[in-house]
């Protein structure tokens, strides 16, 4: 069925009308942003910019390339039973102290098995998603991929694959015990322009949060009132997969620490440079 002119003209200008829950983004330019991130009709895309300085400041991407190039160097890495990666590699990965974690550094356990450090067990999964490296009856190994890559020293390409996994792929609700559903992760590019928008000035999580609630408001239904109320619940869903888990591993934010643990409550972020020499917003 053909709708009027007049109807079709109306639903066209809705479409692409600038809204204030969305920044000034119109529902098409949301829809590009959520479901065709880095596509030719999105308002962001990868900086044309990004160099070898540039990947270095990322804490994640470095955890990244280290790891390929041991299994680069010893040819395979044999899993353990459990099907994790042996202590021997993960202390060689965390010894180069990229990305720290709280209850290691502060003497409250230490680094027995994979799990005790997230992002390296983040980065491990990511690289498979990402097709860099692949696993068989229990072993990893590079995949021609990723032996290309590291031979002409590609280091844009594999970001750019790794990058696109972890945020595409790679499932964030993985590392919490919030609802499966993709808080945070779905609008991870709506979080970067609203950082771009205000982070140059120290701001709480529950600043972005709720920003991120009205652009996205069904993402609330998914919290029950029990512990907490469901608002307090989705801020701090948020603010763990966004900021504590996506940002601070990138780099993409410094944080203003009170205490000796990370507070999403109270610590208040500010934006780096590296969000703009990575990414390219188009101008509102």
């Known amino acids: 069925m053909k709708l009027p002119d007049d ?78 990666l042996p202590k021997k590699v993960m202390v060689e ?41 692949k696993k068989i009856s229990g072993k990893l190994t590079l995949t021609k991929t990723a032996t290309k890559l590291l031979e002409t020293n590609n280091r844009l390409q594999i970001f750019k694959q790794f990058f696109k996994a972890f945020t595409d792929k790679f499932l964030w609700s993985f590392n919490d015990g919030y609802p499966e559903q993709p808080i945070g992760q779905l609008g991870w590019a709506f979080s970067i322009i609203m950082l771009d928008k205000y982070g140059d000035q120290p701001q709480t999580v529950d600043f972005y949060a709720d920003k991120y609630l009205k652009a996205f408001p069904k993402f609330i239904t998914f919290f029950q009132p029990d512990y ?44 780096t440079d590296l969000v703009q020499n990575i990414i390219k917003i188009d101008d509102q």
């Open 228 to 271: 907490s109320t469901p608002e307090r619940q989705f801020f701090r869903c948020y603010g763990v997969r966004t900021f504590d888990r996506f940002l601070l591993w990138f780099g993409f934010v410094t944080v203003d620490k009170q205490k000796i643990f990370l507070d999403l409550d109270t610590d208040k972020f500010k934006r």
């Open 93 to 133: 990965l965390y010894d180069k102290r990229y990305l720290l974690e709280e209850h290691i550094e502060n003497g409250i356990t230490k680094l027995w098995r994979e799990e005790d450090s997230i992002s390296i067990r983040s980065a491990r999964l990511t690289v498979e998603l990402a097709g860099l490296v």
């Open 7 to 84: 109807i079709e003209t109306n639903i066209l200008l809705r479409n692409n009308s600038p809204m204030d829950d969305f920044l000034g983004l119109s529902p098409t330019e949301i829809h590009h942003l959520l479901y065709d991130t880095f596509g030719d009709k999105s308002p962001i895309q990868f900086h044309e910019g990004i160099d070898g300085k540039t990947l270095d400041q990322i804490p994640i991407f470095r955890i990244v390339e280290d790891y390929l190039k041991i299994i680069q160097r010893d040819k395979q890495i044999k899993l353990t039973p459990l099907g994790a």
